[in-house]
């Protein structure tokens, strides 16, 4: 199994009055480190999109252990837990570098579909992509 780490530092932005990390920032780093991962294959988001592939969320789920701070450097360690013909699911477990304190773990669920917004079955469609994503796993 492929895990991908990806890097940031908390900007002061995203924190909140009590001077944690707003919880729906979190989702954000999710996107951020799950285009990073797609992208170590050598294909992007852009290149689903240019075959008339979308990747929409059809679930999430994040547990919060401890809060992240302002100008706290934080990892992202994401992999793909499960992928079918037809969807993909990651995981994601947030840590802070300086401790490797497991701050928060999430989960995104995302479906292929077509221009039609109808799911479709990568592995049939488009099976360079499919065994591309295959080496993931």
């Known amino acids: ?3 991908d780490k990806t890097n940031l530092v908390v ?10 990390v707003h919880h729906s920032n979190y989702y ?15 294909i992007s ?9 979308m ?4 679930e999430t789920h994040c547990k919060y252990y ?19 013909p037809v969807k993909v699911i990651f995981t994601y477990n947030v840590f802070r570098e300086k ?9 995104t669920v995302q479906t292929f579909i077509n221009e039609d917004f109808k799911i479709i079955n990568l592995k049939k469609t488009h099976n360079d992509l499919w065994n591309k994503l295959q080496v993931l796993i």
């Open 1 to 3: 199994m492929y895990i």
């Open 11 to 20: 900007r002061y932005a995203e924190t909140d009055k009590m001077g944690i």
């Open 28 to 42: 954000i780093w999710f996107e951020m480190a799950r285009s990073e991962f797609i992208k170590k294959i050598g």
């Open 45 to 53: 988001y852009s290149k689903f999109e240019e075959n008339n592939i």
């Open 55 to 58: 990747m929409p969320l059809v």
């Open 66 to 84: 401890e809060g992240a701070k302002y100008d706290d450097n934080i990892r992202i360690e994401t992999n793909i837990d499960q992928l079918t």
């Open 99 to 107: 401790n490797n304190k497991l701050l928060a773990k999430g989960k």
